[in-house]
C-alpha cells in the first residue's frame, strides 16, 4: 500500500508539473501531423493485460503523441475557428475533472451548476432575450442546435395532431453550418437551402417561403439564421429574419456558435440586432469565448419548452424531480443525460478576470482581422475576396491554383509554423478555393500574419 501511495503522489505530481509547463508556456510548437502506422511504431502496444505503467505512458505521451497535435490555441493556427482558452479556464478544467461532479441534476451537483448558471446568466444577458430566457450548457454548437431543433420540432407537433405525422421542414441558407444539415438528419426532418453563401436577407428568405408548395408550407416549423457564418463570419438579417418567424408563427434559431462571443464586443453588437427575438440560440463558448473543449450552449427564450422535449423519464429518476431535491436540472433542457460540468472552467475565468477582459479579447480578434485585411490590401500579390467580416479573412493569392494551396498549407503544417487552411468561397455558380484566417487567440501578433503572408510570395 505504501508504495502504490508514493508512485501516486509522484505520478500527481509530474501531471501537475506539465500542467504547469502547458500552461504557462509562452513558445510553443504547432505539432505535427504523423500517420497512425508512425505513431504505432514510435509507441507499440500500450494496452496489455498487465499494463505497461502510468510513468512509462506518460513518457509515450510527451515524447511521441502531444507533438501529433495541433494546438487549437497557437497563435498561428488560424484555421477553422480555432480556440484559446484561457490559464485559468485550463487551470479550472483540472478542478472540474478532480471533482468528479455529475452534472445532469442539481441533487449531485447543486455546487458546480450554481456556478454554471452565474456565467450562463451573463451570456443571456448578451443576447437581450426577454426575462424568463435561460440556457444550458453542451458538448457544443453541434448538440446545441439538435437540442434546440428537437424542442422546436416537439413544440410544432404540440400545435396540431396533424403535425404529429408530418415529416418537419426547416429552412435556413447555404452559409449555415454543416451540423445544421446534419441534425435535420439525426431528427428526420427536411431541410431547403437558401442559395445565398452571402448575408440570408429577409426578402429572399420570405421569396422562398411563398414559393413553398401548400404541404410543404404545413410542414415548415423552423427558420435557422447564422450569426456569424463559420466560413466568412457573415451575419444573417436577423431583425427581418425575426419579423417574418413572427408573421409566419415559426420558430427562430438562430446559430451563433462562432460568432457568439462578438456579443460582448461593443463595436459589432450592431450587427445582432434582432437576435433578442430568438426562440433559440446556439453559442459555443469552446471558439470565442476563451473556453477549454468541450463548452457549448444552447439558449431558450422558453425553457419550459425545452423541457418538455428534452426532460427524461425513469423510476431511478424520480428522485432528481421530488421536491427536495428540486433546482436546475441540465439534463431537462438538451439531449445529454450524464454530463461534466463544462461551464465550470469558464465560470472560474469569468470570475478571475471580469466580463471586460472578455470585450477586450474579443475586439482583439476583430482587430486582427481589420488589420489583416489591411496588410493584405497593402501586398501586391495577394487580395482579399470580400472585406473582412468579424474576425474571418478570406483571400486569395494571385495567380494560384487549388492545389498551390494545399501545398502551401502542408508546407507551413509539417514546419510546426503555422495552420491555415484554404476553402472555397461561392459566387454565383462558381466555387474559388481561396485561403482564410479566423482570428481568435488575442495573442496572434500581427508579425505573426505578416510571416504567414510572406510565406506565400
Ligand atoms: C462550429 C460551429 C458549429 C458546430 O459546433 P461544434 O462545437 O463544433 O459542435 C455550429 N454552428 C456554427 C455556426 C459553428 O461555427
New binding site residues.
Partial sequence: MHKIDIDLVEMTMDVMKYAIGRISATKREIGKPKKESELKALVGETITEKGIGGENAFNLWKKHLINANVPADHPRNLA??PAAPTRAAVMFDLVTSASSIHGAYWMEGAGGIFCENEAMKWIVSLTGLPKGAFGVF????????LSAIVTAREYWRSLNDKNKSEKGLIITSIG?????KAMAKVVDVDILLVDTEDRLEAKNLQEVINNLTTHQRQRLFTIVA?????NAGIIDDLAGIATICEKEQLWYHV?????GGALAADSVRHLFIGIEKADSI?I?P??WMFSP????AVIYKDMALAKQAHSQQGSYLDIFKDEGAQGFNPADYQIQLTRRVRGLPLWFSLATHGTNRYKEAVERGLELAQIAGKMIEDSPFVELVRAPSLSCVLFRRKGWQPEDYTNWTYQNHKKGFALVTPTKWKTGNTFETVSRFCFINPDTTENDIEMILDSMK
Avoid at 449555415?176 to 445544421?180: D, K, M
Avoid at 446559430?255 to 460568432?259: I, P
Fill in positions: 477553422f475557428v453542451t458538448s457544443g454548437g453541434t448538440a446545441a442546435n449555415a453550418h454543416s451540423s445544421i447564422t450569426a456569424g457564418t463559420t446559430d451563433a456558435a462562432y460568432g446556439t459555443d469552446h471558439k473543449y468541450d463548452c457549448g
